[in-house]
């Protein structure tokens, strides 16, 4: 198993098309099946499903996906950590956050452009950490809450969550639903392991809704997939609404409840922990996102 290879499995499992992939990697067709090919006869398992030009993770494939990412995301820290020791700058900045709103895109979008060499490391899961560390990154964006009681942080957003059904489903055609509607309702919630889930089924827990049924999905593709096939209602924060949206099976419904939104939070990692560039990123994040003004 070499590096070529698990950047070609990482690519195709994303994008789950192998012609996109080859011109995302500049590599032929045929050449990327050979190595995805070669790859699993290496490990002895199938990694996808195949269905036409779509190829879908299968149980391997998403273990050695969790790998793989690891992996990759490892080299380029210690690549980073190479680079600095030979040129005494630090280009990469890492970010950890529970919140991935259209403003952080469009914040990092614009660093980037006034500094190219920047290089921004984004981490999707820490709320399925037990205690994340800020020590681990320069920007940490997350939910106020019990865990993250030790971190002083500057309010950023309230987040609100709505309502996915299929357009099926005899809610899609209301103007909002309350707590009260959601009783007897099959949802799917976002779950990893045994030791995290999504904060609307801790709510729905709390105010003590019974459901039809209570499934689980491990990423935001299932979960969507679940809601489209008409299996299940789920909750959708307004951050990702949009991808939602993108299935026209799909129909969002406003919870009547101020319970079902969460304030999010920004904080960053200590002055002298942060290379020039963070410290440039930290002052024009402030500016663009508006915590300077929040902070007064």
């Not at 200590?270 to 402030?286: G, I, Q, W």
């Amino acid at each position: 198993m070499t590096i070529p290879q698990l950047r070609c499995f990482t690519t195709v499992a994303r994008l789950e098309n192998v012609s996109q992939s080859a011109e995302l990697l500049h590599l032929s067709q045929s050449s990327l099946s050979k190595s995805i090919a070669k790859l699993e006869e290496e490990l002895g398992t199938p990694l996808f499903e195949r269905r036409g030009k779509k190829l879908t993770l299968n149980a391997a494939g998403q273990r050695l996906l969790e790998y793989s990412t690891r992996t990759l995301r490892e080299l380029e820290r210690t690549k980073d950590d190479l680079r600095l020791i030979a040129t005494g700058t630090e280009t990469r900045i890492r970010i950890g956050t529970a919140w991935s709103g259209p403003p952080l895109m469009e914040c990092i979008a614009a660093f980037h452009r006034l500094h190219p060499e920047a290089a921004f490391d984004l981490d999707s899961g820490i709320e399925r950490c037990d205690r994340p560390d800020i020590n681990d990154y320069d920007m940490l964006i997350y939910p106020a809450g019990q865990k993250y009681q030790k971190y002083k942080g500057t309010s950023l957003c309230e987040e609100s969550y709505s309502l996915a059904v299929c357009k099926a489903h005899p809610l899609a055609e209301a103007g909002s639903v309350g707590p009260e509607e959601l009783n007897g309702l099959s949802l799917v919630f976002l779950r990893s392991g045994s030791a995290w889930v999504e904060f609307p089924c801790q709510l729905c827990n709390a105010l003590e809704l019974r459901f039809a049924s209570c499934c689980y999905a491990d990423s935001r593709l299932l979960h969507r997939q679940m809601i489209v096939s008409g299996l299940s209602a789920g909750f959708v924060p307004d951050s990702v609404s949009d991808f939602y949206r993108d299935a026209p099976e799909v129909r969002l419904i406003p919870v009547r409840d101020r319970r079902f939104s969460r304030n999010i939070l920004v904080c960053f990692r200590r002055e002298k922990h942060l290379s020039p560039l963070a410290r440039a990123f930290r002052d024009f994040a402030a500016g663009r996102l508006g915590l300077e003004q929040k902070q007064e």
